[in-house]
């Protein structure tokens, strides 16, 4: 049924409009008439509404739409489990990119689509085409208002067809309780694994393969190697591992962008290094491991704040300490940067260091332990 439905007085107001007590009589509610024709034009009748095959059509695309986002969904699942982080695509106008990246955001919009399409479709084409004007009143309702919606709520399911439409009724419900999943499954994929996600949030460009050799310690942004004896007493170094030219190099083999993945390699490579004189490490655990990790006094951490990962720069040579602009956090270099002031929750990882056989400062192996933001913590 496709109608104009006025509160008005009662009786039909014009072609195709019928007044609220009208529409009762056709099931779809009986709110009291107190308001005029308010002068709506003639209504249009959609084909679904007389021709049960225009319904019937209209019915199929709302539920292939559904089917769509389900597509979507399945699709982005599988993305997520099939597809290597490291693969890249070539996209006109755009350049290369992550191909994972591309596929996930591709379905996740297919997803949303086709229920959005879906849902928008089925409003226009196939649930009751009536419009009701209404005058402003009372922000409270009348008690016979209150009880009118009551009414049409329950009418409106009858409205909404879904009763006697099952494939709509199927494909709504499945592509929404379907559409849930990418949001659950990244969480999911993490915390089946708890020891897989924690070597992926590890790794880093200081990870030394087996056999491989020590990553030599280069300035940022320079990119030039320091020897232990660059490193004076009370000096800070902001370094990077030299395998940032090696990535960028392989990105030119491979003909992929010179840079591609480099800002994300360095932004979780970022270290500090600064040197101590031996003596100054606290006679405890914590600054024995931090001065056998490091190399005659000279030492090395992550620069990005275990808080929320900002870049802790500042070094206050009287003190010892580390300081971070972001929400002041501060870490005591003498003894392994634990936290002694702020709202990071975990110490700055160390990255063991030693010399070469030509006095460069290297990395044996990479960090021990994930860089960043602490919340990672708890998969251990
Ligand atoms: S990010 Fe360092 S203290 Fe908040």
């Known amino acids: 049924m496709s109608d104009q439905v006025s509160p008005s007085s009662g009786s039909a107001s014009g072609a195709g409009t019928v007044s609220l007590d009208t529409a009762h009589q056709h099931g779809t509610g009986g709110l009291p008439a107190v308001f005029e024709n308010p002068g709506l034009p003639p209504h249009v009748h959609r084909a679904a509404d007389d021709d049960p095959v225009a319904a019937k059509r209209a019915e199929r695309q709302v539920a292939a739409l559904f089917v769509l986002s389900i597509l979507g969904t399945v699709g982005f699942i599988v993305s997520y489990f099939t ?22 955001g591709v379905t996740l919009g297919i997803s949303l689509l086709g229920i959005g399409f879906g849902v928008v479709h089925w409003a226009k084409t196939i649930m ?30 009858e409205s909404a067809q879904l009763a006697r439409r099952p494939m709509i009724k199927a494909t709504a419900g499945a592509a929404l309780g379907l559409f849930a999943l990418p949001l659950t499954v990244q969480l999911a994929g993490s915390m089946g694994n708890p020891t897989k996600a924690l070597d992926e949030l590890k790794a880093t460009i200081w990870d030394v393969p087996a056999g491989g050799e020590p990553i030599r310690l280069v300035r940022d ?9 660059d490193v004076t007493i009370g000096s800070v170094f902001h370094v990077m591992p030299a395998t940032l ?42 600054g024995r491991k931090a001065r056998e990790w490091g190399f005659e006094g000279i030492v090395a951490y992550s620069k990005i704040c275990t808080h929320v990962g900002c870049p802790v720069g500042l070094y206050e040579q009287q003190t010892h300490h580390l300081l971070c602009p972001c929400h002041q956090s501060t870490f005591d ?4 940067c634990e936290v002694i002031f702020g709202p990071a929750k975990r110490a700055l990882p160390q990255l063991k ?17 994930p860089v960043g933001p602490s919340y990672w913590e708890r998969l251990k």
């Open 83 to 104: 597809i290597d982080y490291t693969k890249s695509v070539f996209i006109p106008f755009i350049g290369l990119t992550n191909l994972l990246n591309v596929m996930l």
């Open 128 to 157: 009751s085409d009536e419009e009701i004007a209404e005058d402003r009143h009372e922000l409270r309702s009348t008690d016979a208002d209150r009880q009118s919606v009551g009414v049409v709520l329950a009418a409106s399911g």
């Open 221 to 229: 942004p320079e990119l030039t190697p320091i020897k232990a004896s």
């Open 245 to 286: 030219m090696e990535l960028r190099e392989h990105n030119l083999e491979q003909g992929h962008a010179e840079y591609h993945g480099v800002l994300e390699a360095k932004a979780k490579a970022a270290v500090v290094l600064m040197r101590l004189n031996p003596s100054e490490f606290k006679d405890d655990a914590l």
């Open 333 to 336: 270099v003498t003894r392994d």
């Open 353 to 369: 260091i030693t010399v070469d056989d030509e006095g460069y400062l290297v990395a044996p192996q990479g960090f021990a332990e």
